[in-house]
């Protein structure tokens, strides 16, 4: 059952803290917040989008730190600020002509329930509360903030048979290329 969902998965879209982030906040000296993100999620990004599989992001928080990293992915569908996310994730999926059982969501907190409720694919990684699991059809073994959303990128570009392909085309060119991740 999980097989055909992450196979016939046609977008993906992923919260940022506690997911693309350890959902730490640090902040500076002079108030200013940054983030850490793991590289694992940005190959993850290329080789989603390398394979025609769009990579969507929504997160509550404004963050000048997020829209960078957003911004070297080439994530073109990014939405900050976002506290009513299945709203979100139904309008992105409706102008994309995506119906909503070819859409994986991963999150990790309340604010995620109602766009993971509509989707085809709800995900949940390890550190999520305990809400967001129940609402899971799959739990990440990698916790957010450590590769989760590489983990499910990989899981459905295998699922969709992309996987081997694209590591061969990987080690031919890309392993000399210099594409930020």
């Known amino acids: 059952m999980i097989?055909?969902?992450l196979a016939g998965a046609a977008l993906i879209v992923s919260d940022v803290d506690g997911v693309m982030t350890d959902g730490g906040l640090y902040y500076d000296a002079k108030g200013g917040v940054s983030k850490r993100f793991h590289v694992q999620d940005g190959l993850g990004v290329?080789?989603?989008q390398a394979a025609g599989l769009e990579v969507a992001v929504i997160t509550g928080?404004?963050?000048?730190?997020?829209?960078?990293?957003i911004r070297e992915l080439g994530i073109g569908e990014y939405h900050s600020g976002g506290r009513h996310k299945g709203d979100?994730?139904?309008?992105?999926?409706?102008e994309r002509e995506v119906d909503l059982a070819k859409v994986v969501y991963v999150g990790d907190d309340w604010v995620d329930a109602p766009a993971m409720e509509i989707v085809g694919l709800p995900v949940a990684v390890p550190n999520a509360q305990p809400e967001i699991k129940r609402i899971a059809a799959?739990?990440?073994d990698t916790p957010g903030g450590q590769g989760a959303l590489?983990?499910?990128i990989t899981a459905v570009?295998?699922?969709r048979g992309k996987l081997e392909a694209l590591w061969r085309r990987w080690m031919d060119l890309g392993a000399n290329s210099s594409s930020s991740v």
Not at 61 to 69: G, I, M, Q, Y
Not at 88 to 94: Q, T
Request: hydrophobic share 45%; charged share 30%.
């Open 3 to 5: 097989q055909s969902r």
């Open 46 to 48: 290329k080789l989603a």
């Open 61 to 69: 928080l404004e963050s000048e730190a997020v829209r960078t990293r």
């Open 88 to 94: 979100l994730v139904s309008r992105i999926a409706s």
């Open 138 to 140: 799959m739990v990440t």
């Open 150 to 152: 590489r983990e499910v």
């Open 157 to 159: 570009l295998e699922a």
